[in-house]
């Protein structure tokens, strides 16, 4: 059985940092793509960034410079390190995985298979 589990959300202020963490099990890690999505009140789900199997990454405008994933294979662990946190960040953060193939899109959530429950960030100005 496929569990995905997000943590490391909370409360921060406008330039603060937090890292959320996404540990899955239940799959060979290695052949899965990883994503980072969130989704605040009334919004739709944005996919905010994606590492592929082999390690190549993927950010939405939106995050861009200012987020990095990374991984670590032997926890089974993508992280994503959240920089110079804007109130616009606050939602609920989800964490995904799937085979992926190359000619998916990354940051579409329908891309994906399996899905954590969410971890909330709230960024106040």
């Known amino acids: 059985q496929v569990q995905v589990a997000e943590s490391g959300g909370g409360l921060a202020q406008a330039g603060d940092s937090l890292t959320l963490s996404c540990t899955i099990s239940g799959l060979a890690f290695e052949d899965y793509a990883v994503g980072w999505f969130r989704q605040a009140p009334g919004k739709q789900r944005e996919g905010i960034s994606c590492i592929r199997q082999g390690g190549s990454t993927e950010y939405a405008d939106s995050v861009k410079g200012r987020f990095t994933i990374s991984q670590d294979n032997a926890k089974n662990t993508v992280y994503l390190e959240m920089n110079s946190l804007e109130p616009e960040d606050t939602a609920m953060y989800y964490c995904?995985?799937?085979?992926?193939?190359?000619?998916?899109?990354?940051?579409?959530?329908?891309?994906?298979?399996?899905w954590g429950q969410g971890t909330q960030v709230t960024v106040s100005s």
């Open positions: 995904a995985a799937d085979l992926l193939r190359s000619d998916y899109d990354p940051l579409y959530f329908g891309s994906f298979q399996y």
